[in-house]
């Protein structure tokens, strides 16, 4: 594909009116207006349930948090989306998956009470139900190959105790609160460009420099051009 001309970071929300809580839409507004700072365009294509879009046009894909009731309609219709969605991920699509969108993109959920939740199995996770819910602000260390610590901040509010599997690293380590299941000091998972997180507050807001990750790691993935960081929050694009 031919990727020619200005800037643009192609956005696939979805799920925006079904899987939303916790003001998670915050992380688009985020990530179009970080954009806008910089003058680089966003377009963004939003996909509901018996929306089925060819994943492999987008460069960032957003699928966020909900209550149980809906995330069971979204796993019965992530069924159709699947295929295309993780040939995307193999291909080096980047992906935030908040809360419930974390649970989908793994092995299952099974809550205390009601039947197991199907995810697509590209995360190496599972997740049980627990009896008491991690509600608390969180701070968790990250080191995302980019040769130092950074600390990711933001608000948890979940049940369910998150168990990663060989094929899955933990998106960072817990300084302060809970993070997957209060026993191992995990937060989140990481596989290819996929950062699953339980982070509300919205996360991206609330830590800019994942943000600016994201888009860089977006546009680095799936175009032929890159961008390259001159200081602190300024970036200019390479001859190509």
């Known amino acids: 594909m031919d990727h020619a001309g200005p800037m643009t970071i ?26 806008a700072w910089r003058g680089i365009g966003t377009s963004v294509d939003e996909a509901d349930v018996g929306v089925t879009p060819d994943f492999s046009k987008f460069d ?34 980047v992906v935030l998956a908040v809360c419930a969108g974390y649970q989908l993109l793994a092995k299952y959920y099974a809550p205390v009470d009601g039947e197991p939740i199907t995810g697509i199995g590209v995360l190496d996770a599972v997740t049980e139900g627990g009896g008491t819910r991690f509600m608390s602000h969180i701070a968790v260390g990250c080191d995302l190959g980019q040769g130092k610590q950074r600390t990711l901040v933001g608000f948890e509010n979940h049940s369910g105790r998150t168990y990663l599997g060989p094929g899955a690293d933990p998106l960072g380590r817990v300084i302060a609160g809970s993070g997957n299941n209060g ?37 680095i993935m799936t175009h032929t051009g890159r961008l390259a960081i001159v200081a602190p929050g300024v970036w200019r694009r390479p001859a190509l």
């Open 10 to 35: 192609r956005i696939c929300h979805l799920y925006p009116s079904l899987l939303s809580v916790a003001g998670d839409r915050g992380n688009l507004l985020a990530l179009t207006r970080r954009c």
């Open 60 to 93: 960032l894909i957003l699928l966020h948090g909900g209550q149980d009731c809906e995330m069971r309609v979204a796993a019965r219709d992530l069924g159709a989306k699947a295929g295309s969605l993780r040939e995307a991920i193999e291909d080096g699509a």
């Open 183 to 219: 026993e191992d000091g995990t937060e989140g998972a990481r596989y290819r460009e996929v950062y699953a997180t339980y982070l509300h507050g919205p996360v991206l807001p609330k830590n800019p420099w994942l943000t600016d990750h994201l888009i860089c790691h977006g546009w």
